[in-house]
């Protein structure tokens, strides 16, 4: 059951995605996803590989042909009203092409010029939204790959959009350029109110980076909830229990607890369980004659939740 967000401001979402679908001949790739997207939020679009996540993005940008449904961008249809749909997006997909024997700032220049009534003063503004004001003039060819991604953000805010779709924005990345990307992402959907639809694999940096998440698998949306939600739900924890005879623990346990989830990986006992049975759980164990060697405990990862959505397809 999709968990969609509750917004208590009544706020008109800024990305509605109705009934989308996309056949090719008698092939569906895409199964009447429907999603609200609001201003300020980030928003992940999570799926393993040949989910629908590129498709869904071509066909929300209008590069790819929709079969049925409609996709609004701040009341603006698509296939309706394409132009004035589009110029409420901006976006990079992975890493940005930008003159590399050019500037920063000239190459922002160059842009512009492709844009009517950019604001005065309006490439300064970004370039300090982004952190780049120290490095804006030196030329492209001497800046990281995570400087190239920032200017990038810069290049794809310059016309002050609404909507701000990234495809893989971490990709190639070492630590610290991902954490400087995800820190300004951020940034720029609290201090502008830009909604920010992101699609990436690495699910550890999705779980900081995003308010929401959407799980896509098969072309079927089969999860929307906050990030919260997703890996703190129960408080549930993953709890291993190295006990001895350890097939006797388990048939003991799964008669005792039918309705608890319990198995065996390696040499010990795992049972998703929350906190405060732990100890219950122990005693049980030692009072029926179980050996307890050892107990460990770990919440569950949003990359936990995502295993157990998809039925274990971890690449994405």
Do not use: W
């Not at 996309?22 to 300020?40: R, V």
């Not at 940005?96 to 842009?111: A, R, V, W």
């Not at 002050?160 to 495809?167: A, E, F, H, R, V």
């Not at 929350?274 to 107990?295: A, P, Q």
Request: aromatic share 6%; charged share 25%; proline share 3%.
């Amino acid at each position: 059951m999709q968990k969609q967000k509750q917004n208590s401001n009544q706020q008109q979402p800024i990305l509605q995605i109705k009934n989308l679908k996309k056949t090719i001949g008698k092939t569906t790739l895409i199964h009447g996803i429907t999603l609200d997207l609001y201003p300020g939020e980030v928003f992940g679009f999570l799926g393993p590989n040949g989910a629908g996540k590129t498709t869904t993005i071509r066909m929300i940008v209008g590069l790819m042909s929709i079969t049925k449904g409609e996709v609004i961008i701040n009341g603006h249809s698509v296939e309706k009203n394409f132009e004035k749909a589009i110029a409420n997006i901006g976006g990079i997909i992975e890493n940005p092409e930008m003159y590399k024997f050019m500037s920063g700032y000239d190459n922002l220049i160059h842009y512009s010029r492709m844009i009517p009534d950019i604001p005065k003063g309006k490439i300064d503004e970004i370039v300090k939204l982004v952190g780049l004001n120290g490095r804006i003039h030196e030329k492209v060819k001497t800046y990281s790959l995570g400087m190239r991604q920032r200017l990038g953000l810069a290049q794809a805010l310059l016309h002050s959009p609404k909507l701000l779709i990234l495809d893989e924005p971490t990709n190639g990345l070492d630590p610290a350029g991902i954490r400087e990307i995800r820190t300004y992402i951020r940034k720029i959907a609290a201090e502008e109110n830009i909604t920010v639809f992101v699609s990436s694999h690495l699910l550890s940096e999705m779980q900081l980076m995003c308010d929401r998440i959407g799980i896509i698998h098969h072309g079927k949306l089969i999860s929307v909830e906050s990030v919260k939600n997703l890996v703190e739900d129960n408080q549930q924890i993953s709890v291993q229990f190295k006990v001895s005879p350890l097939e006797k623990a388990l048939q003991f346990f799964k008669e005792e607890y039918p309705n608890e989830v319990a198995k065996i990986s390696g040499e010990n006992l795992v049972i998703d369980t929350d906190e405060e049975s732990i100890t219950e759980y122990t005693r049980l164990f030692v009072n029926n004659g179980f050996m307890i060697k050892g107990i460990y405990g770990k919440q569950k990862t949003l990359e936990d939740k995502f295993l157990e959505i998809t039925g274990g397809e971890l690449h994405v």
